[in-house]
């Protein structure tokens, strides 16, 4: 499985940006993850394979979506309200064996992970 995280770049506070991740190899579970500078990873939002059932971080509620279309193989996530809080090199990953939301929110539970894409968020 390979995985392309594509979309980031430079926006101003109060801005939108979408994320993309193009995958091959199959429908997984996927989510996305983030690492700010001098951070630990998180979780950012995760989809089930069809799309069916969907979970944000507590920080992506109401501003971010997760979104995916099957027969493209991509994976999106809509960013919009941007604050400079969400500067981060986003990862997008994918997962043969999830079963729920909880197991989603855990990054040792993905077994592929695409090269990550810079948001940066200015002022």
């Known amino acids: 499985v390979q995985l392309q995280a594509s979309g980031g770049g430079l926006v101003q506070a109060g801005g939108s940006l979408r994320l993309s991740c193009a995958a091959s190899?199959?429908?997984?579970?996927m989510g996305w993850f983030r690492q700010a500078p001098g951070k630990e990873r998180e979780f950012v939002a995760a989809?089930?394979?069809?799309?069916?059932?969907?979970n944000y971080a507590d920080s992506a509620k109401g501003r971010f979506t997760i979104s995916r279309d099957n027969a493209e193989n991509t994976m999106y996530l809509q960013m919009n309200s941007l604050k400079r809080a969400d500067t981060a090199v986003y990862y997008c990953?994918?997962?043969?064996?999830?079963?729920?939301?909880?197991?989603?929110?855990?990054?040792?539970?993905?077994?592929?992970w695409g090269q990550g894409t810079l948001v940066t968020v200015s002022s």
């Open positions: 989809i089930s394979r069809y799309g069916g059932s969907t």
């Open positions: 190899g199959g429908t997984y579970y």
């Open positions: 990953a994918a997962a043969k064996d999830l079963r729920n939301a909880a197991q989603a929110t855990q990054e040792r539970n993905y077994d592929y």
